[in-house]
């Protein structure tokens, strides 16, 4: 028997399997390889795309989701992380969690005897990754040589993406704050994925000649604490149009969301005729009907 895949980060896939999956993704009648069969959807935090978009994903491929707040199972409180997806896993094809440390869903990912989806960790946001890099080929008619650049916190949403994007032959350069940058073990993982994290100082010279321009709430879920510091370390970060026309021509402007407008960037360029943010928004949909195709098409 094969072992179980999970996919707690982009890398978790190879960029074979990753082009696989984004082919899956643009395959608008997959095998139903759910059918009758159930995905659990655990949330310890929030969300709206997330949560939508596996739940009608899992029903086009014939299955059943059933999500749950991770207060109503009590995770480590009224039983063990551990014990929750053994016993998610009797009735269920795959489990999906969204959780606030990272080490949680690694730890349900070694017990599972079924595929392990990280719908958002504090390290990471895959899904959010694929479906952004199927927006990317959508518009661009591939990823391959697109240069891609996030101005913002290195968070879960760039991690993932600067993997993916490195894994998918495109240029990755990032602008953020001194102390809100990626570490020497991300910047580590980013080249083992074949990618590249040029570091620019000021976002003018990031979004240079850029066919993506990428952002991201500047707090994230969890981190609202450090929320005074961080609006202060990031004022002059912001998306405006200004910073848009540095841009190569024809460039679009993604956002993950949810969106603090007026903060990471302002309403003209949040809604503006280079956003594609509903698009993008869409094909997390498309994205995750392509990723359950591949897990559970393998099993
Ligand atoms: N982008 C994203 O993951 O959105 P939600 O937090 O609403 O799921
Ligand atoms: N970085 C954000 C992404 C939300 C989809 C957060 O973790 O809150």
């Not at 990754?129 to 240069?147: K, W």
């Not at 961080?230 to 841009?247: I, N, P, Q, R, S």
Request: aromatic share 6%.
């Amino acid at each position: 028997m094969r072992p179980v895949r999970h996919l707690l980060e982009v890398d978790d896939l190879t960029a074979a399997e990753l082009s696989a999956v984004l082919e899956l993704a643009s395959e608008p009648s997959p095998s139903r390889v759910l059918e009758g069969r159930g995905m659990a959807l655990l949330f310890e935090k929030p969300s709206a795309r997330t949560r939508h978009s596996m739940e009608m994903a899992v029903v086009q491929l014939g299955g059943h989701p059933v999500s749950l707040a991770g207060g109503e199972v009590g995770i480590d409180r009224r039983e063990s992380a551990e014990d929750i997806i053994r016993t998610l896993a009797c009735y269920h094809a795959a489990i999906g969690a969204r959780v606030f440390d990272h080490s949680l869903v690694e730890r349900m990912a070694a017990v599972s005897p079924v595929p392990v989806v990280n719908m958002l960790s504090d390290q990471a946001h895959p899904l959010q990754a694929i479906g952004d890099l199927l927006t990317v080929a959508q518009e661009f008619g591939q990823v391959s040589g697109c240069r891609i650049a996030f101005v913002g916190d290195a968070n879960n949403v760039s991690r993932s993406l600067s993997i993916g994007a490195g894994m998918a032959g495109a240029e990755f350069v990032f602008s953020g704050p001194v102390g809100y940058r990626f570490n020497n073990a991300d910047l580590e993982r980013i080249s083992a994925a074949g990618g590249t994290a040029e570091v620019a100082d000021d976002p003018v010279q990031a979004v240079a000649d850029a066919h993506v321009v990428y952002t991201d709430v500047w707090v994230s879920m969890g981190e609202e604490d450090q929320a005074p510091e961080k609006m202060e370390a990031f004022a002059g970060y912001t998306v405006d149009e200004a910073l848009m026309a540095h841009a190569a021509p024809g460039a679009i402007f993604l956002h993950c969301l949810p969106a603090r407008p007026g903060l990471e960037a302002t309403p003209e360029v949040l809604y503006g005729p280079q956003s594609r943010i509903w698009q993008q928004a869409e094909n997390r949909m498309h994205a995750a009907r392509g990723l359950l195709a591949f897990l559970l098409g393998m099993t």
